[in-house]
């Protein structure tokens, strides 16, 4: 006999599941990441990793956001051939109205980040929705679904190779991955497609994600077949790689390689790469007519004991009284801690100030940028009494064409943004003299913990793109790129790079 699925008990379950992922990352993530702190020489990488975990347990702790970026939602969804529907919406219908309730529960309210008409207008939708959804008929009279939240830092570096059969795999990925930047805020994930087409190579690669991590238990016992062998070359030649925590260098860039595959043609090897970030967000659940599904929230005992105190080294910064003199004396991988008052801004914001200052325009009322300092942030609305909600910093390079123009035009001497900057740009901050400081992206609500205030000064309309001026009460960031153009993201790989290539180190 069929079973019968009732239409709220699919977007109730697609809801909660989504709310839980926002804030509980999962036991084999917490796990993977406890030991790559453990491990951890580095001790840039170290203290990045430390408020990631630290991070994750006051998510856990406040029902919060790991990230500002609260992900575009894909789903994977395997459907029995015997199930029957009680529901007058269809199945994605019934997904993007759990998309729709999660997104907007009053008491956690995450961040709608997706747009429609993105080629032109990109006109928020609001809600999240719609999500990216994969279906399966397959035997049985059950659901299965996977449902994800995605940041778009993560997503943004997925690429794609149509590799000659003859090619090697290992030594594509390890071209890729140094190129990817640190924008997708690693230690994460790579899930890697292999075979098919070049759209199923894509999919593997997403569908790979859902798994959980297990490398350490593989190299434990040894590898199976030769998929668990590839998982732990690539493992260790992504990891000897140097990138490091957020790039900043260190022993450990991936927690672990998960790796689908399916037949391709004769002529292609396609492989997939899309990593997964330090907001790594996956829940899983089965309907089988009994009513919605639950999810047990993992014991806040398998987190680590750590707590995140501002550095005693770091330099305390006024930013109420900071001078271009203050700003060139800062040095690369120097721990600063930011007080007083800055300004946010990121894409759309950028786009309007450059236009209007382009054309020769004044700014807004109110929106005055000479000698202060921009932290690239679209943060999640507050609830309760919070300033604000999580707020994390997003990937600057997406600002490097707006730079010039901020530095010689607006007036900013300094930026605050997550992972490195282009050559591009890191040349004009060296011309202009001017600094760029970098947060720890996916520790977004224990940054929220620094902001003391926050009101919008330009833009209203542009939500979370609004122009907001942040107080905030030691703030802590890095000096990545100094006023001698010299980046941390170079040299911290470069080192660790060598390092490890002569010391023998687990990664896992
Ligand atoms: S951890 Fe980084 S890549 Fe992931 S959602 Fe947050 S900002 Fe985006």
Known sequence: MATHIKQDDLIQSVADA????????????????????????????????????????????????????????TVFCKVGMDVRWDATLTLDEMIN??????????????RASIVSDPAFTRRNTKDN??????????????????????????????????????????????EVVPKMGAGWCP???????????????MVLAKEA???PIDIAAVRARGPRDAIEKLRLEILDRVNALGVGAQGLGGLTTVLDIKILDYPTHA???????????????????????????????????????????????????????????????????????LSGKMLTGRDAAHKRICDLLESGKPLPDGLDFHNRVIYYVGPVDPVGNEVVGPAGPTTATRMDKFTETMLSKAGLIAMVGKAERGAEAVGVIRKHQSAYLMAVGGAAYLVSKAIRGS?????????????????????????????????????????WRAKIAGIPVATA
């Open 97 to 110: 109205e759990g998309v729709r309730r999660a997104y907007n529960l009053p008491e956690n309210r995450l």
């Open 209 to 211: 994600l859902m798994q």
């Open 455 to 495: 009101r919008v000064v330009a833009f209203p309309e542009l939500g979370m793109e609004a122009v907001y001026e942040f107080e905030v009460k030691d703030m802590p960031v890095t000096v990545a790129v100094d006023a001698r153009g010299e980046s941390v993201h170079e040299t911290g790989p470069r080192l």
């Open 187 to 201: 230690p994460g994930v790579l899930g890697i497609g292999i075979g098919g087409t070049a759209e199923k190579a």
């Open 18 to 73: 989504l709310q839980y992922i926002s804030y509980y990352h999962s036991p084999d993530f917490i796990a993977a990441m406890a030991r790559a702190w453990e491990l951890e020489q580095s001790p840039a990488a170290k203290d990045a990793i430390r408020q990631i975990l630290v991070n994750s347990r006051l998510c856990a702790e406040g029902h919060r956001p790991i990230c500002q970026d609260t992900g575009i939602v």
């Open 267 to 337: 002529a292609s090897l396609p492989i997939a790469i899309i990593p997964n970030c330090a907001a790594t967000r996956h829940a899983h659940f089965h309907l089988d007519g009994s009513g919605p599904a639950k999810l047990t929230p993992p014991d806040l005992a398998l987190w680590p004991k750590l707590d995140y105190e501002p550095s005693a080294e770091a330099l305390r910064v006024d930013l109420d009284t900071l001078t271009r003199a203050q700003v060139q004396s800062w040095r690369p991988g120097q721990r600063i801690l």
């Open 129 to 174: 929705t719609p999500a990216v959804i994969h279906t399966e008929l397959v035997p049985g009279d059950q659901v299965e679904i996977a449902v994800a939240a995605k940041g778009g830092g993560s997503e943004n570096k997925a690429k794609l190779g149509m590799l000659n059969p003859s090619d090697s795999i290992v030594d594509f990925i390890c």
